[in-house]
């Protein structure tokens, strides 16, 4: 069962999180924290059973009694769970915390469930856009992947979101130009090149020939990788701004939190008891 649902996500174990981490495991964006009524409702004699886990792993690393891990009933204290959202590619995690203590040993003890993101067909075209960034966003390495042309629409989309007017060209006959940007009255020619190559030079030229042929002053080459020695020195002199995989990326993110509308409902999640445990000693008595 477990192989038929997992073949389509990312493998759940690189997805475990701790509860301390305010940051999303796979944009490392900062995570919004709200809480919420809902709760694991986990009971102390539950809390017990799912302690012992680590009560072994302890006493085999550190020779410690079974009376350091002796938990009291009486000190059973919970927070409040919290939700946590990534507002760039949606990720989530729904946290808990519970307070026990032993003679010897203060210990926080949590339970969290967080999404597991599934995989995608970047190369297909009908994939939609909205998907499409989301997913990049969380997997950017697989940038590589993705169709050319779907590359360019992608390109477009988020410059929609930086307020230009945004239209791609006809595939393989854009006659260097990918994608024509309008903003106030001003027209940007792109190109496009979803690249693991260095961009050389001889590109950066034939561009700016694509630009005076269109009557267009102003470019900007995009690449998903890097630029050749010479590339920024040339496109600096006619005004061709570059844009390399890290900074798209950059763009990407900041485009996402633009268009970000997020609502999550954690009611079935955490009423599902989906969650993962663990716990952490704090200062010694």
């Known amino acids: 069962m477990q192989k038929t649902i997992y073949n389509t996500y990312k493998n759940p174990k690189y997805s475990t999180d701790h509860p301390h981490n305010q940051e999303c495991i796979y944009c490392g964006n900062a995570l919004?924290?709200?809480?919420?009524?809902?709760?694991f409702?986990?009971?102390?004699?539950?809390?017990?059973?799912?302690?012992?886990?680590?009560?072994?792993?302890?006493?085999?690393?550190?020779?410690?009694?079974?009376?350091?891990?002796?938990?009291?009933?009486?000190s059973f204290e919970k927070e409040n769970a919290y939700l946590g959202q990534c507002m760039i590619c949606g990720w989530w995690k729904i946290s808990q915390l519970y307070y026990t203590d032993s003679d010897w040993q203060l210990w926080q003890n949590f339970y969290e469930c967080?999404?597991?993101?599934?995989?995608?067909?970047?190369?297909?075209?009908?994939?939609?856009?909205?998907?499409?960034?989301?997913?990049?966003?969380?997997?950017?390495e697989e940038r590589w992947s993705i169709h050319p042309y779907k590359f360019e629409q992608l390109i477009a989309d988020?410059?929609?979101?930086?307020?230009?007017?945004?239209?791609?060209?006809?595939?393989?006959r854009d006659a260097g130009i990918d994608v024509f940007l309008i903003k106030?009255?001003?027209?940007?020619?792109?190109?496009?090149?979803?690249?693991?190559?260095k961009i050389k030079i001889e590109q950066i030229r034939a561009f700016l020939g694509a630009l005076l042929v269109n009557n267009i002053n102003q470019g900007i080459f995009i690449s998903?990788?890097?630029?050749q020695a010479g590339c920024h020195s040339l496109s600096k002199r006619f005004g061709i701004e570059l844009v390399n995989g890290k900074d798209f990326y950059q763009r990407l993110k900041e485009a996402q939190l633009?268009?970000?509308?997020?609502d999550f409902s954690p009611k079935r999640i955490i009423n599902s008891r989906l969650y993962y445990t663990g716990s952490c000693h704090m200062n010694s008595l």
């Open 114 to 140: 967080c999404g597991v993101i599934k995989n995608l067909d970047v190369a297909d075209l009908s994939t939609p856009m909205s998907v499409l960034r989301s997913y990049l966003v969380a997997r950017y």
């Open 41 to 74: 409702n986990i009971s102390f004699e539950e809390l017990k059973l799912d302690f012992r886990s680590y009560v072994r792993n302890m006493q085999s690393v550190h020779g410690l009694d079974d009376e350091y891990f002796a938990l009291r009933q009486n």
């Open 258 to 262: 633009i268009q970000s509308n997020i």
């Open 158 to 172: 988020v410059f929609r979101d930086f307020g230009y007017s945004a239209v791609c060209t006809a595939y393989s």
């Open 184 to 197: 106030d009255k001003n027209i940007i020619g792109v190109q496009v090149k979803r690249y693991r190559n």
């Open 32 to 39: 919004t924290f709200n809480y919420i009524d809902s709760t």
């Open 224 to 227: 998903t990788g890097e630029y």
